[in-house]
């Protein structure tokens, strides 16, 4: 038994000749309608047969694995978990890497260059945004497309503060994510009545609303053209440069994250993240059980909603500049796909998928163009193969164990 | 008096166009279930191929007439085959998974298209030939009505009436009204359940391909991008008039048309889409289950 029979070649030859006709127009004809010229591009449909017949091949394979594991699962009943699961889990290697780590993050801005740790800034706001969804996708089940919305009213809140007003980094912090979470709470009420995917559209209606405001409302928000000229954060007054400024950023995320880890993790065990991930696996039955699934929801809307609005405020105060087209929809779905990819409900898996999105394209300039492509295949193969992330938010499992001198054992033995 | 007749009109085409897009969401979610988000990609994909197969021949020179049933013909083609596609790669394998995954993949496979068009052909808007010539005829009321408009209306109104005639009365029709009420007692009975989806998706994508070809040649240009935005609002409209309803969807993109118009007209047009948009969320506040749809009762 071999694993590609000729069969599945020869299939595979089909499907690659499906995409060649599929593909044809778009990709092979590019027309000029001014100059009224066509161009026949064959060369683009030679690489979409290739891509195609191998890329069928290579799933063709998979499959094929898939089913022997299948069988031999079934055969010896222990479970298989991933190897990164593995080393995370032991002891032993545990600290080292956790000491590791740190020892690498806090010392990022030493080791490497202020653009390098502009980055890495970046994606640790990244990260944050990510824990800040993952409490209302990963953990309480509520899709949320409009994410953006909040990141918007944190960033706009301390533009606009601080032209007004003239308030500063630290004082408008609290309130771009006070205000945040309250829009959360203004947009939770109304969905409290709608199932997933109805709470999708309305979520992502209300995204574009926002950003449909702020673009059009142009004595509110300046419009299009944005508002400039954001001071940085400040620190008890010290004079910095702009790399020093830079690096204080990166430290001030750092703690920012170390906060929000903290906290989503003691959420995540406490009364209230044990009612969300029960509201996410079965809302009937949790109100059955006496969860109030009103507060529960609009909670985890305002907590999610808050973080995004603090991320909001640095990120104005980073880039020195806000403008409606920083909000769009495809925010918010790179910010979904780090939950999804990293693995819903997991603090790792969040960290790991922002790593991995963000770092990536940023390192691979030359690829960038092809950045949103690989998002949306990378969205489809996730769920198709491996829907559940790279990472697994583990449930804590509640065992009963008995102790060895125990009289219950002994019966048991 | 006149300036609300023209915008009764045109409220009416747009209100047209919705319909033929709200249809395929209507049709899939009456189905599986799904919000087919790349329904709206459909609907461009549509568009662009018109757009490439039209230019193409008015390049080489074919009378107008050539050129409008080729297109048509070749718009219908490959949408339906995206459609068809697009099934079987990102809803097929998780027809029982939970709700979410397929929505996520839903809309992985909407940034997929997107990009995959803008990368393959281009980011700029791109001027449409013009398919639909004035007609004489309608000269005397051509400040009121357009050509174009009488093109999509009547062009709605006939792919409504075979719609309705092929779901009410042909053997597939009846197949997909089954599935859609009772998919384990379908199998049942004998239903090719699979297939019956495979030509949901299929019929879905030629309305809206039908719908891409009339706007972008209504319009004058199209965009990698306008499926999203039309997509959102077509399924507003599918919402509006209740989810799973083919009536409903009809008359759900006929009040966001009419709406929007009329918002453009007496108000402004920077706010057409949050008109929309906030027509949804009032909706779902006050009547989740639309104007013509069931109310989802759900039994533990």
């Known amino acids: ?413 | 008096m006149d300036y609300f007749i023209e915008l009764f009109c045109s409220g009416l085409t747009r209100g047209a166009i919705y319909a033929l897009i709200a249809l395929g969401y209507t049709m899939v979610y009456g189905i599986i279930g799904l919000i087919n988000f790349a329904h709206g990609e459909i609907y461009m994909i549509g568009a662009f191929t018109a757009f490439i197969v039209a230019t193409v021949l008015s390049i080489y020179g074919f009378p107008l007439a050539a050129i409008v049933v080729v297109t048509g013909i070749s718009a219908a083609i490959w949408s339906s085959a995206y459609g068809y596609t697009v099934e079987k790669i990102a809803y097929k394998p998780l027809r029982n998974a939970p709700r979410l995954t397929p929505l996520i993949s839903a809309i992985g496979m909407s940034i997929l298209l997107q990009n995959y068009v803008l990368l393959a052909q281009t980011s700029d808007f791109l001027p449409f030939p013009e398919l639909i010539p004035e007609f004489a005829f309608m000269e005397p009321v051509a400040h009121i009505i357009g050509s174009s408009d009488l093109v999509i209306l009547v062009t709605t109104a006939i792919s409504m009436l075979l719609l309705t005639l092929f779901i009410k009365f042909t053997r597939l029709g009846k197949a997909m009204r089954a599935t859609a009420q009772d998919k384990t007692m379908a199998l049942l009975v004998g239903i090719n359940v699979d297939r019956v989806i495979s030509a949901t998706f299929i019929v879905g994508s030629l309305l809206a391909a039908i719908g891409g070809l009339l706007i972008a040649s209504h319009i004058g240009q199209i965009n990698f991008a306008i499926g999203f935005i039309a997509g959102i609002k077509a399924f507003t409209a599918a919402v509006l008039g209740g989810i799973g309803s083919i009536p409903g969807a009809v008359l759900g993109s006929l009040i966001l048309g009419l709406t929007e118009s009329f918002a453009t007209g007496y108000v402004s047009s920077d706010y057409e889409d949050v008109f929309a948009f906030s027509l949804l969320v009032l909706i779902l506040i006050f009547k989740p289950s639309g104007l013509l749809g069931r109310a989802n009762i759900g039994k533990v």
């Open chain 1, 1 to 413: 038994m071999t694993m590609i029979s000729r069969q599945d070649v020869k299939r595979s030859l089909l499907v690659s000749l499906w995409f060649v006709f599929l593909s044809f127009p778009i990709m092979v004809i590019q027309v000029n309608p001014v100059e009224r010229t066509v161009v026949w591009r064959w060369s683009n449909m030679l690489t979409v047969a290739v891509a195609s017949f191998l890329l069928s091949l290579l799933v063709r394979v998979w499959l094929f694995r898939q089913e022997k594991r299948l069988v031999q699962v079934q055969l010896s009943p222990s479970p298989q978990p991933s190897i990164f699961h593995d080393l995370l889990k032991q002891q032993k290697f545990r600290y080292p890497l956790v000491i590791a780590g740190s020892v690498i993050v806090l010392a990022f801005p030493l080791l490497f260059s202020s653009y390098q740790a502009n980055i890495m800034t970046t994606a640790l706001m990244y990260i944050v945004l990510g824990l800040g969804l993952n409490i209302v996708v990963g953990l309480a089940g509520l899709l949320d497309l409009g994410y953006v919305a909040f990141y918007a009213v944190g960033a706009y809140s301390y533009a606009l503060l601080n032209l007004h007003f003239d308030l500063g980094f630290w004082a408008a912090l609290p309130v771009g994510g006070l205000l945040a979470a309250l829009f959360g709470v203004l947009l939770g009420f109304p969905v409290l009545r709608l199932r997933g995917d109805y709470l999708a559209i309305v979520t992502l209606g209300f995204g574009e609303i926002i950003r449909l405001i702020l673009e059009n409302w142009s004595a509110f928000s300046k419009g299009p053209s944005g508002i400039s000229n954001i001071p940085r954060p400040g620190f008890f007054g010290v004079e910095m440069s702009l790399d020093q400024a830079m690096t204080f950023m990166y430290y001030l995320m750092l703690g920012l994250l170390a906060a929000t880890i903290f906290v989503v993790n003691r959420l995540q065990d406490s009364r209230l993240g044990r009612a969300w991930v029960a509201l996410r696996e079965d809302e009937t039955a949790c109100q059955a059980m006496g969860i109030d699934k009103a507060g529960t929801k609009l909670i985890a809307f305002a907590l999610g909603a808050f973080w995004a609005g603090l991320i909001g405020v640095i990120f104005a105060a980073k880039t020195t500049f806000v403008n409606p087209a920083s909000f769009t929809f495809m925010e918010s779905a790179i910010i979904l796909s780090i939950v999804v990819l990293g693995g819903m409900g997991s603090i790792t898996g969040v960290i790991f998928g922002a790593l991995i999105l963000i770092l990536l394209p940023e390192y691979l300039r030359p690829l960038s163009e092809y950045r949103m492509l690989a998002f949306g295949a990378i969205l489809v193969a996730m769920m198709i193969f491996k829907p559940e992330g790279f990472i697994t938010g583990s449930r804590r499992v509640y065992r009963f164990q008995a102790q060895k001198n125990s009289p219950i054992l002994k019966d048991d033995e």
